[in-house]
């Protein structure tokens, strides 16, 4: 009979650290939620239809045609206003269109429809978070990269580690003695 592993917190700090020597020990990124089963969609006529549409909508955007990509996106949200998909899609296009508030309550949309679970609510805590951080808000972009980290993430959990204020002070004493030891002056 096989049984899991009972991993202590300690043992997972150490693993951690271990994994991200970048994070100081004890900061541990969770991923439990990693666990959690992606929705399986029933590709439905609508669902083709929309898939297809916010593909040609994402094109558009990659193409700096940020009209025809809302167009599109919102063509697909008309058709199922239920699907966490489009308003992910449609929060980067209005994010870069400059309309933040807008980007804003479309990822709420996106996370509440999603169940905060699943790929779809990854990107959406990842968007969230990296508007919140231009925003001036590290504490919640933190806090969104954290989700989106235990989502799988792997953007958002290399944001996590940038944004620790232990990291980047290790990175600058670091930074700061191999430019000694460069000039010379960290020689005997």
């Known amino acids: 009979m096989d049984q899991d592993p009972i991993v202590s917190p300690h043992d997972k700090a150490i693993l951690q650290t271990i994994f991200n020597p970048s994070l100081p020990y004890g900061d541990v990124i969770e991923e439990e939620q ?3 089963q992606e929705i399986v969609e029933i590709e439905t006529d609508e669902v083709k239809q929309v898939k297809h549409l916010e593909l040609e909508g994402v094109q558009a955007a990659e193409s ?4 025809t990509a809302l167009e599109q996106f919102n063509k697909a949200i008309q058709i199922l206003p239920s699907r966490a998909s489009g308003y992910n899609n449609r929060a980067q296009a209005l994010r870069l269109k400059g ?10 949309n996106a996370l509440n429809l999603s169940g905060g679970q699943g790929s779809v609510a990854c990107q959406a805590y990842t968007q969230r978070g990296l508007i919140k951080r231009l925003e001036g808000d590290d504490e919640g972009a933190v806090a969104d990269f954290k989700i989106a980290a235990s989502l799988g993430g792997q953007f958002a959990k290399q944001q996590v580690i940038a944004m620790n204020p232990y ?10 003695v191999i430019t000694k030891l460069r000039s010379g002056e960290g020689e005997p």
């Open 167 to 176: 990291a980047a002070l290790c990175n600058q004493m670091l930074a700061e």
């Open 64 to 67: 700096g045609d940020m009209q």
């Open 34 to 36: 990693q666990l959690s």
């Open 99 to 108: 309309d933040v508030k807008g980007a804003l309550e479309d990822l709420d």
